[in-house]
């Protein structure tokens, strides 16, 4: 989702944008790699989307969780002034048996959010719903589980709304 984004330079022209995105990648990998990644950074703020490429892994919700919450707080470690922003894992046609397990993972982590100041949900797997709460047949690729031209404005905006409501005026 995030490596996928090709305008996010263009979408927040008011930020220094750096895309650390990379395919496939799960939860331990980003651990792994984690001071690799971010040598030599000093970020005001960090978007993260964690977790869904872990539910291929036959994890249950509170695994992955609780995975999620060891690499915020590796991050929050790393870089204790910069605000972090996860966003929800999305809903998709192709993970649509797991969106029960999705809706658990992204709560969890909302709940987290709730109890940390320096962490703040994105909500964007309800904005990827119509009004019956059903997936969106118009924001995703053929797919099925990547976002489209659409589904990215849609993305932009829950950050923008972010962004304007967590960080600082300055960028």
Do not use: C
Request: without cysteine.
């Amino acid at each position: 989702t995030i490596r996928l984004w090709d305008r996010l330079q263009k979408d927040f022209p008011a930020h220094h944008t750096l895309n650390l995105g990379f395919g496939g990648a799960f939860i331990h990998s980003l651990s792994t790699h984690f001071e690799t990644l971010f040598q030599g950074l000093q970020p005001k703020a960090i978007v993260l989307y964690l977790g869904g490429n872990d539910l291929s892994l036959g994890l249950s919700a509170r695994e992955i969780i609780d995975q999620i919450r060891a690499f915020i707080e590796m991050v929050h470690r790393k870089f204790p002034t910069a605000i972090i922003f996860n966003i929800s894992i999305k809903p998709s046609f192709e993970r649509q048996e797991l969106l029960e397990v999705i809706q658990q993972i992204n709560q969890g982590v909302l709940e987290m959010s709730m109890q940390s100041p320096y962490l703040h949900q994105i909500k964007l797997y309800e904005a990827l719903l119509d009004q019956n709460q059903q997936i969106r047949n118009d924001v995703l690729l053929q797919d099925g589980l990547h976002l489209n031209k659409l589904g990215y404005e849609i993305l932009k905006s829950q950050v923008n709304k972010a962004f304007e409501k967590h960080l600082p005026d300055s960028d």
